[in-house]
């Protein structure tokens, strides 16, 4: 059993930064891909970004490649979405999963097996 648990979200004006923190419970968390996914009013889970159990592979929608990126400690049991230039399209819930099957990157939303509760991101223009 895993359990994530996200910080970091808040309000920032367009053009800002934001780092967001996902921390996990569990010994195996280093064997599991994780991922950022978001959320908006009215609008489905959408993939955010990916990382291998390593750190050494990554995926990135194309709507955040170039201002986002994915990283991860695994000394720490943390991952974390580091995101530049937000634009108000940003606006959203952010969850952070992982996946305890035998897929190495994962970006589809069926295939995680555990979420966290999500935090808030307000891009304001």
């Known amino acids: 059993q895993v359990q994530l648990v996200e910080s970091g979200g808040g309000l920032v004006q367009a053009g800002g930064s934001l780092r967001l923190s996902c921390a996990a419970s569990?010994?195996?968390?280093?064997?599991?891909?994780m991922g950022w996914f978001r959320q908006a009013p009215g609008k489905e889970r959408e993939f955010v970004a990916a990382?291998?159990?390593?750190?050494?592979?990554?995926s990135y929608a194309d709507s955040v490649k170039g201002r986002f990126t994915i990283s991860r400690d695994n000394a720490k049991n943390t991952v974390y979405l580091q995101m530049s230039s937000l634009k108000p399209e940003d606006t959203a819930v952010y969850y952070c999963?992982?996946?305890?099957?035998?897929?190495?990157?994962?970006?589809?939303?069926?295939?995680?097996?555990?979420w966290g509760q999500g935090t808030q991101v307000t891009v304001s223009s």
């Open positions: 999963a992982a996946h305890s099957g035998s897929y190495s990157l994962v970006v589809t939303t069926t295939l995680y097996d555990y």
């Open positions: 569990g010994r195996t968390f280093s064997n599991y891909p």
């Open positions: 990382i291998n159990w390593s750190g050494g592979d990554t």
